[in-house]
């Protein structure tokens, strides 16, 4: 629905019909733990909602832990039930790994791993990064876009590991990242890590948040009409429109951005932009 609203906005020029921001991101730590107590309540962060990320405000998507996989020989982690943690039961090495799964031109600027550290000398390292895989050619590549970690000495108990991206990560599915000219499949990576020295229950998590925002592509060097040059007003938009395939103008070389829009015109844009009717 949202969708629409913008796109009736980009259309008619009238003011997007946007949900409210989401709350500040806040979660509420419980008591003291103990090993599956039923005091661990948790409010989980914003972010529950379906990754829809229009207007300025952005969105919060969670992506909890029952989402993360073990590696490195890690193994499946104990679940403290009702309360979303999980964590290594018992004094071990354990690595945990999740995929973001948001849309081409999601605009990344902040994330944060949800934790708790009650070990006095272990603690949590969380990291975000892309990596291109190599399916077709080329070399795989791994970079990380930011990372952090808990106090190794100290027993915050529940806490978070707040990443700022700045610039922000774009989402780009397929994409160069190691500029060595041949673009590849690349997935966007959550992982943490941790060491548990102090015995039992002293590391778990409870997953990440990631804020992004939907973004316009940036604007071409050279324009696609003639009667909208580059710089001149909406041409980011109207270019993003056409690159979409969403709009084609009003002939070959002419978007006639000043003329009216009927209501076939109207119905062809949002039949593209929302790709209906795949009925057989
Ligand atoms: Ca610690
Ligand atoms: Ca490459």
């Known amino acids: 629905m949202k969708r629409r609203f913008l796109l009736s906005a980009l259309l008619f020029g009238g003011a997007a019909l946007l949900a409210p921001p989401p709350a500040a991101a806040q979660y509420t730590s419980g008591a003291t733990p103990t090993n599956g107590s039923s005091t661990e309540v948790v409010t989980p962060p914003p972010g529950q909602q379906a990754p829809d990320g229009f207007g300025p405000e ?4 969670a992506f909890q832990a029952a989402r993360w996989i073990p590696w490195q020989g890690t193994p499946t982690p104990s679940a403290y039930v009702g309360t979303g943690y999980v964590g290594p039961s018992y004094a071990t090495p354990a690595a945990y790994w999740t995929q973001l799964d948001l849309p081409n031109g999601a605009s990344i600027d902040y994330v944060y791993a949800v934790v708790y550290d009650n070990d006095t000398n272990g603690d949590w ?18 970079v990380s876009f930011g990372s952090g970690s808990t106090s190794l000495s100290g027993t915050p108990g529940y ?7 700045d610039p922000p990560v774009v989402v780009h599915e397929w994409a160069d990242l190691n500029n060595d000219g041949t673009p590849n499949i690349v997935s966007y990576n959550l992982s943490l890590k941790g060491t548990q020295t102090s015995g ?9 948040a990631v804020h992004w925002t ?8 050279t324009a696609t009409f003639v009667d909208v040059p580059v710089g001149s007003f909406g041409f980011q938009h ?13 002939d070959a070389t002419h978007f006639c ?21 795949w009925t057989e």
């Open 159 to 165: 806490t978070a590991i707040r990443l700022t991206l």
């Open 238 to 250: 109207i270019e993003a429109l056409a690159a979409s395939g969403i709009t084609a103008g009003c």
């Open 200 to 208: 039992y229950d002293t590391l778990r998590f409870w997953g990440a």
């Open 58 to 61: 952005g969105n919060y998507t």
């Open 125 to 142: 390292d969380f990291d975000f990064a892309g990596y291109e895989g190599a399916p077709f050619a080329g070399s795989p590549h791994y």
């Open 257 to 277: 951005p000043n003329t009216p829009v009927t209501r076939a015109q109207m119905a062809i844009s949002l039949a593209k932009a929302l790709g209906l009717e």
């Open 214 to 221: 939907r973004t316009i592509s940036p604007p071409p060097a």
